[in-house]
Every structure is written in structure tokens, then in C-alpha cells.
């Protein structure tokens, strides 16, 4: 049984999803073709042509040998790994990557590699393929058949109440037949693992995972927020993947205190943007913020500080009773502005995540750092979902650096050979995911942007440094490409 992560097509589907998201929120959204039941209502029968065939053969000979065996179209009927078997259903859950078909009693997944707009929620399919198995659990490969059927109908089972002591169970289990692919549900807080969603059920240190997410579906998760999560259980190796077909909102964390991220400092007449972190994870609430003096800088309701003059402010994020603050000090530049260096992300090479040093290595061998003040690059560091975007991606009209994925952060350092007096930091070519919104932020200044097409950012990044830190977060996406950077420096 093949059983990695790599190949892992036992995933996550959405049905209908009702979300409250932490910060509120709500919003009803569902998959193709599906309602908001959580199940398939049809009632099983034996395939109508089967039965008129079967009915022909017996009226046309007197001798019971000449008739033949009804056909078997049920999914219990799938045994062994590498067969290849013809079964009936209908499709009850949609992922990324296929789509799962019940009869009421088993269940199946059908690996398409794709998300399939050819089949809803609710439709009857014959489907006919070679049964392979991954995470102990059989499923159709990619290169199945599949029919539509009309006048087929099934009604898909009522989910069953997940405990501590099935799920510790999953553990144990040599294999799992398609009896045991069924639904399952829960209450959940959810949590990430690394860059992978996490539902666990009190009680069990059982990996509960949902995967491959339909954005439009995982847009709405928020970590730290309780669910009631409704979901097909197809199999386990390490983790449990589940095949979610209903997520709502229960509630949101308690907010306990605030960070405030950004720069210390700004020039007169220029600006940073400060960001408000709530603790715990999850949890919301709506930013108030305040200056504590107007004439030395003020304070947008966005958090974006302007100076007015020397001097030292504090700057303070609320929400009700909970606060925090930050002392930003702010000065008039010295010196003349000059482009300091530049740098050429499209240089970068290479198809999977790039290892650690390989940005500085390969800016500095390919050309794709230059100075005319003397600057040096002299490496790079803390590459973290940092990619090359080389064309050969969802992408491919965009080139430069990839930062992060559909849910996971991106970043990376680079670090020259000398201190360097920071006027201002310019990303370049900045495309955001599909247009959607990402925070990307450099030395912690951050901003959030939805950009469809290709545009420069600059950033109030200022002050003495030796190194540069590029990040993004998630908003409604983690990803960003980012063609190149221009660093203004005084002199």
C-alpha cells in the first residue's frame, strides 16, 4: 500500500459549508451542485437496465440456465487492490483532487487530480477502474471511467458521532474496507500543522486532517475557532484525512492581549504601517488606534503612522479594555536619497522549494544583485515557502520569488556585507495569488494587498540595518510573487 504524503489522494471535500468566521462573519457557501443537507437523499435500486436484460433473457427461453446473474454495481463488492471493478453511486463529497461515491452502506474515493466541474453533489455515477489503495483505504485511480446515470437513485447514510475511541482506533487498523469509509461528526478547535489544517477530538491524540481544501471552502477555516466539523473519514496513515462536507461556526477565542508589529521609527512626511496581532489565535475584535500626539505623527484606522515632526509618540492599538502600545521615534532625514541597489528575482531557478542560501547564491551568480554604492550581498537565509516562479505555475505569466502557499507563510533574509542607512524599500512586480489578499510585509512593515496584476509596493522601511526580511501571511491567501526589490539608501 503506497502511503506518503506526495501521493496523498484521500482528501478533503466541502458539500456545503456555513462559516462564521473569527472575526464574525458569516456566510453560507456550498460546491457545485450541492444544498445544504449534509446528505444525499435517492433511494437504492438495482440498475433498470440490469433488470430489463435480466427480465428479456427470462421470457425469451424456457430453460433457466440460459438466464444470467444480476449484475453487482455495489461498492461492498470492491475486495482487493489492482482489481478493476464497476460500481454505482452517488457523488456525496468534492475535494481538489477527486470526489467521493456512496450507495448508502460503502463508500469510495475516485482520485480525478483535479476538481472536477463535470460532476455535483447529488449526481449518480457508474464508474469503472482499477482500484488502487493509499492511507490503508482502496480508491478508483485517475484513469477511471465514469458514466452519468439517469433514473439512478441512492440515499447516502446519516453521519455518525465521531468519539475519542473510533478515532484512536484509525491507529491501529491494518486496512479499511468501504464499509469504513463513512461520515463522521464532530466538535473541533482548528489548528495548523505547519502549512496543514488539524481537527482534533478531545480525547484522542489522533492526527485529524483535513486536505486538499477548495480555497473557496478553506478561505472561510480560522485557526483558534471551534466547529462543528461534518466529514467522510478516508483512511489513515499518520494522520486521519477527512473528506469534510459541513463546517459551522461555533465560536471564537477570548481575546487575552495585542501585539503591534512594525518599524520603530519614520522621516518626517513619510510613513509606516503598524499591524495589531490578537492573542490567542482566533480570536478578533475591531482596532482602535490612537496617537499620543498629532504633532508628531499621527495614526491612520488602519494603523499607517505618518511623521509631522521630531520626536517621540506612542502609538496605541485597542480593542475595549485590552491594549497595547508602541514608541516610534521619528527624525528628519539626512543626507540624499540614492538607490542603493537592486535586485532581480527573476534570475531564480529551480522546481521545488528552495534550500536554505540558495536566493543569495543564486543572485549573486546569475547577476541578479547590483549596486553602485558598494554594497555587497553577501547571502541569504531562513528560506521558508520560498519558491522560483519560473512560468511553470497557475501562475505562469508572473516570474520572480514565490513566497508562501494557499494557507502557509512565506519567507527569507538577505544579508549584506555592511551596514546600510535605509530610506525606503520598493518590492517590484508584486502579483498577489488569483488577486486575492495577502499581507506581505518587509522588516515587518506590512501591508496587505490585493494586486491582479503586476505593480510596484514601496515600503517605509528606514534606519540602519544589515539585513532585509521578506514575509507574507495569510489574509484570504499566503501566496505573492515579488519580480524584484530596489533599496534607497542616504548618502
Same mark, same amino acid.
Given at each position: 500500500m503506497k502511503s506518503s504524503r506526495k501521493l496523498l489522494p484521500i482528501l478533503l471535500a466541502f458539500t456545503s459549508i456555513a462559516l462564521v468566521g473569527c472575526n464574525g462573519a458569516?456566510?453560507?457557501?456550498?460546491?457545485?451542485?450541492?444544498?445544504s443537507s449534509s446528505s444525499? &437523499?435517492?433511494?437504492?435500486s438495482t440498475p433498470s437496465s440490469s433488470s430489463s436484460s435480466s427480465s428479456s433473457s427470462s421470457s425469451s427461453s424456457?430453460?433457466?440456465?440460459?438466464v444470467g446473474p444480476s449484475e453487482d454495481y455495489s461498492i461492498g463488492q470492491i475486495t482487493t487492490e489492482g482489481e478493476t471493478y464497476t460500481v454505482r453511486g452517488v457523488v456525496d463529497a468534492k475535494t481538489t483532487k477527486g470526489l467521493v461515491l456512496t450507495d448508502g452502506t460503502d463508500s469510495v474515493y475516485v482520485y480525478l487530480n483535479k476538481y472536477s466541474t463535470d460532476y455535483n453533489i447529488g449526481d449518480a455515477l457508474e464508474v469503472t477502474g482499477k482500484i488502487d489503495s493509499f492511507n490503508k483505504a482502496f480508491q478508483f485511480t485517475a484513469d477511471a471511467e465514469i458514466t452519468p446515470l439517469e433514473? %439512478?437513485?441512492y440515499t447516502a447514510a446519516e453521519p455518525t458521532a465521531l468519539t475519542a475511541q473510533i478515532a484512536n482506533s484509525w491507529k491501529s487498523a491494518e486496512s479499511f474496507s468501504t464499509s469504513d469509509i463513512k461520515e463522521y461528526t464532530w466538535t473541533t478547535t482548528l489548528a495548523?500543522?505547519?502549512?496543514?489544517?488539524?481537527? &482534533?477530538?478531545e480525547g484522542s491524540d489522533t492526527k485529524i486532517e483535513p486536505v486538499y481544501v477548495p480555497s %473557496?471552502?478553506?478561505s472561510e477555516f480560522k485557526e483558534g475557532c471551534v466547529y462543528n466539523i461534518t466529514a467522510?473519514?478516508?483512511?489513515?496513515?499518520?494522520?486521519?484525512?477527512?473528506?469534510v462536507t459541513a463546517a459551522e461556526f461555533v465560536s471564537a477565542p477570548t481575546l487575552e492581549s495585542i501585539t503591534i508589529n512594525g518599524a520603530d521609527s519614520v522621516y518626517v512626511d513619510s510613513t509606516t504601517t503598524l499591524t495589531a496581532q490578537l492573542n490567542p489565535t482566533g480570536a478578533s475584535g475591531e482596532v482602535t488606534w490612537t496617537s499620543s500626539d498629532d504633532k508628531v505623527a499621527t495614526v491612520s484606522a488602519d494603523g499607517v503612522v505618518t511623521g509631522v515632526a521630531e520626536g517621540e509618540v506612542t502609538i496605541t492599538a485597542a480593542v475595549g479594555e485590552i491594549t497595547a502600545t508602541k514608541t516610534i521615534t521619528v527624525t528628519k532625514p539626512t543626507g540624499t536619497e540614492t538607490l542603493g541597489a537592486s535586485i532581480n528575482f527573476t534570475v531564480l531557478t529551480g522546481n521545488a522549494e528552495l534550500e536554505e542560501g540558495a536566493i543569495g547564491t543564486q543572485l549573486n551568480e546569475n547577476s541578479g544583485f547590483t549596486s553602485g554604492t558598494g554594497l555587497t550581498l553577501t547571502g541569504s537565509t531562513g528560506e521558508s515557502k520560498a519558491y522560483a516562479a519560473t512560468g511553470n505555475n497557475t501562475q505562469n505569466e508572473y516570474t520572480g520569488i514565490k513566497l508562501g502557499t494557499g494557507s502557509a507563510s512565506g519567507t527569507f533574509t538577505l544579508t549584506f556585507g555592511s551596514s546600510i542607512n535605509i530610506a525606503k524599500v520598493?518590492?517590484?512586480?508584486?502579483?498577489?495569488w488569483s488577486g486575492k489578499t495577502v499581507s506581505l510585509a518587509v522588516n515587518d512593515v506590512a501591508q496587505e494587498l490585493t494586486i491582479a496584476k503586476l505593480q510596484d509596493v514601496e515600503y517605509a522601511v528606514t534606519g540602519e540595518t544589515t539585513t532585509l526580511t521578506i514575509a507574507t501571511n495569510k489574509v484570504n491567501d499566503a501566496r505573492a510573487i515579488i519580480g524584484g526589490l530596489e533599496i534607497y539608501v542616504l548618502a
Amino acid at each position: 500500500m503506497k502511503s506518503s504524503r506526495k501521493l496523498l489522494p484521500i482528501l478533503l471535500a466541502f458539500t456545503s459549508i456555513a462559516l462564521v468566521g473569527c472575526n464574525g462573519a458569516s456566510g453560507n457557501s456550498s460546491s457545485t451542485g450541492s444544498d445544504s443537507s449534509s446528505s444525499t &437523499p435517492v433511494s437504492s435500486s438495482t440498475p433498470s437496465s440490469s433488470s430489463s436484460s435480466s427480465s428479456s433473457s427470462s421470457s425469451s427461453s424456457s430453460s433457466s440456465s440460459d438466464v444470467g446473474p444480476s449484475e453487482d454495481y455495489s461498492i461492498g463488492q470492491i475486495t482487493t487492490e489492482g482489481e478493476t471493478y464497476t460500481v454505482r453511486g452517488v457523488v456525496d463529497a468534492k475535494t481538489t483532487k477527486g470526489l467521493v461515491l456512496t450507495d448508502g452502506t460503502d463508500s469510495v474515493y475516485v482520485y480525478l487530480n483535479k476538481y472536477s466541474t463535470d460532476y455535483n453533489i447529488g449526481d449518480a455515477l457508474e464508474v469503472t477502474g482499477k482500484i488502487d489503495s493509499f492511507n490503508k483505504a482502496f480508491q478508483f485511480t485517475a484513469d477511471a471511467e465514469i458514466t452519468p446515470l439517469e433514473g %439512478e437513485t441512492y440515499t447516502a447514510a446519516e453521519p455518525t458521532a465521531l468519539t475519542a475511541q473510533i478515532a484512536n482506533s484509525w491507529k491501529s487498523a491494518e486496512s479499511f474496507s468501504t464499509s469504513d469509509i463513512k461520515e463522521y461528526t464532530w466538535t473541533t478547535t482548528l489548528a495548523k500543522d505547519g502549512s496543514y489544517w488539524v481537527a &482534533p477530538i478531545e480525547g484522542s491524540d489522533t492526527k485529524i486532517e483535513p486536505v486538499y481544501v477548495p480555497s %473557496e471552502f478553506e478561505s472561510e477555516f480560522k485557526e483558534g475557532c471551534v466547529y462543528n466539523i461534518t466529514a467522510y473519514f478516508g483512511g489513515y496513515y499518520n494522520y486521519a484525512s477527512m473528506y469534510v462536507t459541513a463546517a459551522e461556526f461555533v465560536s471564537a477565542p477570548t481575546l487575552e492581549s495585542i501585539t503591534i508589529n512594525g518599524a520603530d521609527s519614520v522621516y518626517v512626511d513619510s510613513t509606516t504601517t503598524l499591524t495589531a496581532q490578537l492573542n490567542p489565535t482566533g480570536a478578533s475584535g475591531e482596532v482602535t488606534w490612537t496617537s499620543s500626539d498629532d504633532k508628531v505623527a499621527t495614526v491612520s484606522a488602519d494603523g499607517v503612522v505618518t511623521g509631522v515632526a521630531e520626536g517621540e509618540v506612542t502609538i496605541t492599538a485597542a480593542v475595549g479594555e485590552i491594549t497595547a502600545t508602541k514608541t516610534i521615534t521619528v527624525t528628519k532625514p539626512t543626507g540624499t536619497e540614492t538607490l542603493g541597489a537592486s535586485i532581480n528575482f527573476t534570475v531564480l531557478t529551480g522546481n521545488a522549494e528552495l534550500e536554505e542560501g540558495a536566493i543569495g547564491t543564486q543572485l549573486n551568480e546569475n547577476s541578479g544583485f547590483t549596486s553602485g554604492t558598494g554594497l555587497t550581498l553577501t547571502g541569504s537565509t531562513g528560506e521558508s515557502k520560498a519558491y522560483a516562479a519560473t512560468g511553470n505555475n497557475t501562475q505562469n505569466e508572473y516570474t520572480g520569488i514565490k513566497l508562501g502557499t494557499g494557507s502557509a507563510s512565506g519567507t527569507f533574509t538577505l544579508t549584506f556585507g555592511s551596514s546600510i542607512n535605509i530610506a525606503k524599500v520598493v518590492l517590484t512586480d508584486v502579483h498577489s495569488w488569483s488577486g486575492k489578499t495577502v499581507s506581505l510585509a518587509v522588516n515587518d512593515v506590512a501591508q496587505e494587498l490585493t494586486i491582479a496584476k503586476l505593480q510596484d509596493v514601496e515600503y517605509a522601511v528606514t534606519g540602519e540595518t544589515t539585513t532585509l526580511t521578506i514575509a507574507t501571511n495569510k489574509v484570504n491567501d499566503a501566496r505573492a510573487i515579488i519580480g524584484g526589490l530596489e533599496i534607497y539608501v542616504l548618502a
